[in-house]
């Protein structure tokens, strides 16, 4: 399984992004993916995830200004993505995609993913 993100680049702030994150190998619609994000010396936190059946959950401070979505049509991976607009200073992150191998739901915490990708790098000014 290989995670890649892209998407990310240096937008004003009140403009948008779309990030997407390429989950090669990873062909099971069942379990929960998700978008973290992290400043550097800070922890890593939840951004939004979304589930099996496309249930979906946000972060409070992005509900209304991002929307994540899954596609699986492709049988040889799902592919994340992350609709980003309304964006603001405190947005600058390096953004992860997370994958779950098993097990039901959408957790925040981090350790409940087994899959990660390396990053793309967000920045807003």
């Known amino acids: 399984v290989q995670l890649v993100e892209s998407g990310g680049g240096s937008v004003q702030a009140g403009g948008s992004l779309r990030l997407s994150c390429a989950a090669s190998?990873?062909?099971?619609?069942?379990?929960?993916m998700g978008w973290f994000r992290q400043v550097p010396g800070k922890e890593r936190e939840g951004v939004a995830l979304?589930?099996?059946?496309?249930?979906?959950?946000?972060?409070d401070s992005v509900k209304g200004r991002f929307t994540v979505s899954r596609d699986n049509s492709d049988n040889a991976k799902n592919i994340l993505t992350l609709q980003m607009s309304g964006l603001n200073i405190e947005d600058t992150a390096m953004y992860y995609c997370a994958a779950r191998a098993a097990g039901n739901g959408c957790w925040w915490e981090e350790y409940r993913y087994d899959y990660w990708g390396r990053g793309t790098q967000v920045t807003v000014s």
């Open positions: 190998g990873y062909t099971d619609s069942s379990y929960c």
């Open positions: 979304v589930g099996g059946y496309g249930t979906r959950t946000y972060a």
